[in-house]
């Protein structure tokens, strides 16, 4: 039957609350159907027993360009606690009455500063055979769908042994996924089919069989009463079960399945579907994730970092060094330069506070590396201890406020264990409460968290041009890479790649300048370290320096304009009244191409410079021009190429 709520209306209202009474989902007895707001997303609830006791999946649908697809024919749900299996034997008792959900809230830096969280949700009410309670908690949003699990009852402390939620994946869905590893460093390959079985890091984005529905599988809300996960087709290759930390990880230290005190939700399970464009600009990872816990963010500011590793690996241990590119940041207008591991080594002429002192007289800030230490990592980099607890934490970030520190780079945590996620979040809420700004390295994808705790600018969890520095085989490959990374692992949170280098470390990149340029506005983090010395900024022709010193490092809106994973990316992001565009070409043909700048507003005019692929790959080609949203403009990208644009209205 549908369910009708009442309102209080003017005769003026009623047309428009009737038909939102009709969007409202539709709760049948032992099936629950849900569907999102522009009603092209249909999530279904279905008893494996015809709606009687037993076995229960979701179903999600896309009404798209070809019709109806059922993007996810069958989701299987269960979680198995110690005491008790809730998955085969499970009796419907009822739905609950539907809600709308609808929050707007703004972020502070990502892709997009005015957010929505909105959707359509009911609570399906589950029980065992036993007479435990489980509630399966279902939304339905215009870009996805999320569902979450729930034990209602307001006593017990259990283990959970294992979260049985299953996608099943159609066999000729295409597939660009990451093998699982720790630290989330691995590349994206693309798959046509399911013939790998292994386990995989998140997020995983596929395209179905017709081709005009992409869906993305992430998880977020992962706090403190649960570990982060992973999946895993290596039982059943069609289907991708969400699996549990491996016990080997962070050096055996923690446990891998978590434990649990009643009431009780897990995380979130999110899948983000539509186009491609819908995938990429969609903030549903962080919608859905809690409000921010801080009342005072005034101090909380995203910008540009200089970073002197990747061309010296040791430059921190050089106090010349760490002056060099504190006067790159000056001169660039960036907002900090970052004092990598080795600081407390320092020699050749000062000290860590004699290298604070001087970054702060050129107003700069400063930011600061440490090891996670602890026993769950093995990397001896000192120093290694002295933010493993709530005390030496709070001790050292008192001291690095005095000395002027903004935040900190915290490094090496290679678990995702209950207590390793429970080691994060500590951080976090101690580093907001001296109003100290985090980012995390060798550490899990983003789960929503700086949505809660916006301190929070961004993580590494990918593999970034540091790798130029460990080995040759990421030179053929980071073409390719850099344009898979916009359709998977930067769509879900900020990503610290560390782009935008000209010069060459150990091993040389085969990108051209345009495409390194473009990393700057096509990879998203509230911390942009520019990675390379300065000589490779100061030599560069005065538009395309200027046109760094300049660029955002948070965005107010974000579209995708074209691309395909792995062969190219074009994306325009707006930050106050300006826009900025980058793209970039992942191949190895010359690639024309034409932008419609029809996202512009209808009135006012633009001046609009492009810098693009000149002659070769080492030059720059560029043309200023007067646009509006009726306008076109032509590029060119040379193989491996790429360029920039900034829009400012006139």
């Given amino acids: 039957m549908l369910y009708y709520l009442k309102f209080h209306v003017t005769k003026a209202k009623i047309t428009v609350l009737f038909l939102l009474v009709l969007a409202l989902p539709k709760v049948y007895a032992r099936q629950v159907t849900i569907q999102s707001p522009n009603k092209k997303i249909t999530i279904s609830l279905i008893g ?48 609950g009455v539907p809600r709308i959900v609808n929050e707007r809230y703004t972020a502070l830096h990502g892709k997009k500063s005015d957010c929505s ?11 065992s055979r036993t007479g435990a309670k489980i509630n399966v908690i279902i939304r339905a ?15 017990g402390t259990f283990t959970l042994l294992d979260e049985l939620t299953a996608y099943s994946i159609p066999a000729s869905s295409k597939r660009w996924m990451e093998k699982w590893n720790t630290a989330n460093e691995g590349f994206y390959t693309e798959g046509r089919d399911d013939s790998v079985q292994q386990e995989w890091c998140y997020p995983a984005l596929f395209n179905n069989t017709n081709g005009d529905c992409w869906f993305l599988l992430h998880e977020a809300d992962v706090n403190r009463n649960y570990c982060g996960s992973k999946l895993s087709n290596k039982k059943d290759k069609a289907k991708y079960k969400i699996t549990f930390p491996d016990a080997r990880d962070g050096n055996g230290i923690g446990a891998s399945q978590p434990a649990i005190s009643l009431p009780w939700k897990s995380p979130w399970r999110v899948v983000i579907i539509g186009s491609l464009g819908d995938i990429v600009q969609s903030t549903l990872v962080d919608d859905v994730s809690p409000p921010s816990v801080l009342t005072n963010t005034s101090w909380i500011k995203p910008g540009v970092v200089s970073w ?19 006067d790159l940041a000056a001169f ?25 002192a001087y970054i702060r007289s050129l107003g700069v800030k400063p930011l600061i590396w440490y090891n996670s230490g602890g026993k769950h990592t093995g990397v001896q980099a000192t120093p290694r201890d002295r933010l493993l607890t709530h005390e030496s934490r709070i001790a050292e970030f008192t001291k690095l406020k005095k000395l002027g520190f903004a935040g900190v780079k915290v490094d090496f945590f290679e678990s995702e264990k209950q207590d390793m996620v429970r080691y994060y979040l500590d951080i976090l809420e101690d580093a907001a409460s001296c109003e100290m700004m ?26 970034g041009a540091e790798w130029y520095n460990n080995g040759p085989d990421f030179t053929p490959a980071a073409p390719v890479h850099n344009a898979i990374l916009p359709f998977t692992r930067n769509v879900v949170g900020a990503m610290d790649y560390t782009p935008v280098t000209f010069t060459n470390s ?21 911390f942009q370290h520019m990675a390379d010395r300065p000589e490779g900024y100061m030599d560069l022709p005065d538009r395309a320096r200027s046109f760094l010193k300049e660029v955002p490092a948070a965005w107010d809106d974000t579209r995708l304009l074209s691309g395909y994973p792995g062969k190219s990316a074009i994306m325009a992001r707006r930050h106050g009244d300006r826009w900025y565009i980058g793209g970039i070409n992942a191949v190895s043909n010359n690639l024309n191409t034409k932008i419609d700048l029809g996202f512009l507003p209808s009135a006012g005019k633009y001046k609009l410079l492009l810098i693009e692929d000149g002659s070769h790959d080492k030059v720059f080609l560029e043309k200023q021009v007067l646009v509006d949203s009726s306008s076109t403009i032509d590029v060119h990208m040379l193989p491996r190429g790429g360029f920039v644009a900034v829009l400012k209205p006139q």
Avoid at 141 to 155: H, I, M, S
Avoid at 510 to 522: F, K, M, P, Q, R
């Fill in 48 to 95: 494996a027993n015809g709606g009687k006791t037993g076995e229960w999946y979701l179903k999600a649908s896309y009404n798209g360009p070809q019709g109806l697809t059922d993007v996810l024919p069958k989701i299987d749900l269960g979680l198995i606690r110690n005491d008790q299996d809730f998955s085969s034997e499970l009796r419907f008792i009822k739905a």
């Fill in 117 to 127: 969280n909105s959707a359509y949700e009911t609570v399906v009410f589950l029980e």
């Fill in 141 to 155: 949003y215009n870009d996805g769908v999320a569902f979450r699990y729930e034990f209602p009852e307001n006593k």
């Fill in 308 to 326: 002197n590793y990747w061309s010296s690996n040791h430059g921190t241990k050089d106090y010349r060094t760490v002056t060099k590119f504190a």
């Fill in 332 to 356: 660039m207008n960036w907002d900090y330069t970052l004092l990598d591991w080795e600081w407390d080594a320092m020699g050749n002429g000062g000290n860590l506070e004699d290298a604070a």
């Fill in 438 to 463: 985090v980012y995390f390295h060798g550490c899990l994808v983003p789960r929503g968290w700086a949505r809660t705790y916006p301190n929070l600018m961004t993580y590494e969890a990918v593999r």
């Fill in 506 to 526: 150990q091993y040389p990149h085969i990108t051209s300048y345009g495409h390194e340029l473009a990393l700057s506005v096509l990879f998203e983090s509230g």
